[in-house]
């Protein structure tokens, strides 16, 4: 079962910033956030993953609380591409499988 | 093109059909993965790989359904008997082993049983 909670859609006007929220309070010390996203009949693509420091790539940015229990994904200027479905995953199993939940529909909007 | 390859990337096939789908991984990943989604879901974890050895499975995947991953580098699903409530889409995914490391997705395997 999926160990991380997010809102199931969000919405964000063109060239703004998305902000993505996720909560992980279970994760454990030294498990790896990552980060997907799913456009519609595709495979899911890769975006970003962390620890405890923020990171940044040219996709998004993740900022992670110093806690480790939530994090948020940050798509700086969105376009009409990224509307898609966003996961967020705490890594389970002794085969460090990506368990996904539902995730979050974002759309961008025009 | 994320290097990770599945074929057919649709099958329609009648219930009570035998049906096989392929991934190829990126070649240097040892670490492959098979998902299964149906709509409005996020993906559903079936079966790992490491190498060739099967090391995990989900109590999702039935005796209906095998893989394989002979010499560690190709792997196959194949599903038996097929019922409708197996349409679904069908990922793979490789990773590799150094250090941490993300998961490369398919485009994955559209199945309809009619």
């Known amino acids: 079962d999926a160990k991380t909670t997010q809102p199931p859609s969000m919405d964000c006007a063109e060239g703004r910033a998305a902000n993505l929220p996720c909560n992980h309070s279970?994760?454990?010390?030294?498990?790896?956030v990552y980060w997907y996203r799913q456009i519609h009949s595709q495979g899911p693509q890769y975006i970003i993953h962390?620890?405890?420091n923020n990171e940044t790539n040219e996709m998004a940015s993740l900022i992670i609380t110093e806690d480790r229990k939530s994090s948020t994904l940050i798509l700086p200027h969105a376009t009409l591409r990224d509307t898609a479905v966003y996961y967020c995953?705490?890594?389970?199993?002794?085969?460090?499988?990506?368990?996904f939940g539902s995730g979050t529909q974002l759309t961008v909007l025009p | 093109d994320t290097g990770v390859s599945q074929d057919p990337r649709h099958k329609i096939t009648k219930r009570g059909q035998n049906v096989t789908f392929r991934c190829d991984p990126i070649?240097?990943?040892?670490?492959l993965y098979w998902y299964r989604q149906t709509l409005g879901q996020g993906p559903e974890f079936l079966t790992y790989?490491?190498?060739?050895?099967?090391?995990?499975k989900s109590r999702l995947l039935s005796d209906r359904f095998s893989a394989e991953r002979p010499k560690g580098s190709f792997s196959t699903l194949e599903i038996q008997r097929t019922e409708q409530g197996d349409s679904a889409m069908y990922l793979c995914?490789?990773?590799?082993?150094?250090?941490?490391?993300?998961?490369?997705f398919g485009q994955g395997t559209r199945l309809t049983v009619v």
């Open positions: 995914a490789s990773r590799g082993s150094r250090g941490v490391t993300e998961a490369f």
């Open positions: 279970t994760i454990s010390g030294n498990e790896y």
């Open positions: 962390g620890l405890k």
């Open positions: 995953i705490d890594p389970s199993g002794s085969a460090r499988q990506l368990t």
């Open positions: 070649s240097e990943h040892n670490r």
């Open positions: 790989f490491q190498n060739e050895a099967q090391l995990e």
